[in-house]
């Protein structure tokens, strides 16, 4: 059973889409995250919900638009798509806002933009 | 400005050897470093996490270190295995609800 899941895993499509990712996690957990991961490798943080609510926006476009029906999902919503959303996509939650619960990360969606 | 530095950027070594990876931090106040390995085309998992009052973890042939005076830790990886080729990445966290702190990693090629 997977802790965090991510669909799709691969995304391709061409500059001005719009696309979601979608998220779940089914460990019960309060908080979950949106991080990006450039070529470069380094996992950047975009939003973070607890219990639905929005709780960091860490400078992200506003063409990037979370939604969180539930505290066991979070999706990612990209409007107007652009060649530097090219990236991976990770989500990841943790039992608590605190500093001391564990992060679970889900296997990451590829998004490819044209 | 709250940093993770990691060295070295990049580390190629021999089966069977070890190695260690650094990460030095400006996180403060601290609360627990982290260190997560993620292979090519998955996500992050983490390996070990460590408080304060905590200098050395092992998880198998992974074995952290934690210096919190001098805000260094190291990874340090026994009896290297192909398997282990990955990124190693470094998380510091500060006391309270605020984003983790990310390292730039290290990647870890093993050959044969």
């Known amino acids: 059973d997977t802790a965090v899941s991510q669909t799709p895993k691969y995304l391709v499509t061409q500059m001005g889409n719009d696309k979601s990712i979608k998220c779940e996690q089914n460990l019960g957990h309060d908080t979950m995250y949106w991080y990006k991961q450039d070529s470069k490798k380094f996992l950047k943080i975009m939003f973070s919900y607890n219990n639905k609510e929005l709780i960091i926006n860490e400078t992200v476009p506003n063409r990037f638009s979370p939604k969180s029906p539930d505290k066991a999902h979070l999706n990612l919503h990209i409007n107007s798509l652009e060649l530097g959303d090219s990236a991976v996509y990770f989500c990841?939650?943790?039992?608590?806002?605190?500093?001391?619960?564990?992060?679970?990360f889900g296997e990451g969606s590829r998004l490819t933009v044209l | 400005k709250n940093q993770v530095e990691q060295s070295p950027q990049s580390l190629i070594i021999l089966e069977g050897k070890n190695c260690t990876l650094q990460?030095?931090?400006?996180?403060?106040?601290?609360?627990?470093l982290r260190w997560y390995k993620q292979d090519t085309g998955r996500g992050p998992v983490s390996l070990t996490i460590?408080?304060?009052?905590?200098n050395t973890k092992s998880n198998g042939r992974y074995t952290a270190t934690l210096d919190a005076d001098t805000k260094q830790s190291s990874l340090h990886i026994t009896a290297s295995q192909l398997s282990d080729s990955a990124s190693y990445i470094c998380v510091v966290s500060e006391t309270g609800n605020t984003p983790l702190v990310f390292g730039k990693g290290t990647r870890l090629s093993v050959i044969a």
């Open positions: 990841a939650s943790r039992p608590t806002t605190g500093a001391a619960g564990e992060l679970f």
């Open positions: 990460c030095n931090y400006t996180v403060s106040p601290f609360s627990n």
């Open positions: 460590m408080t304060f009052s905590e």
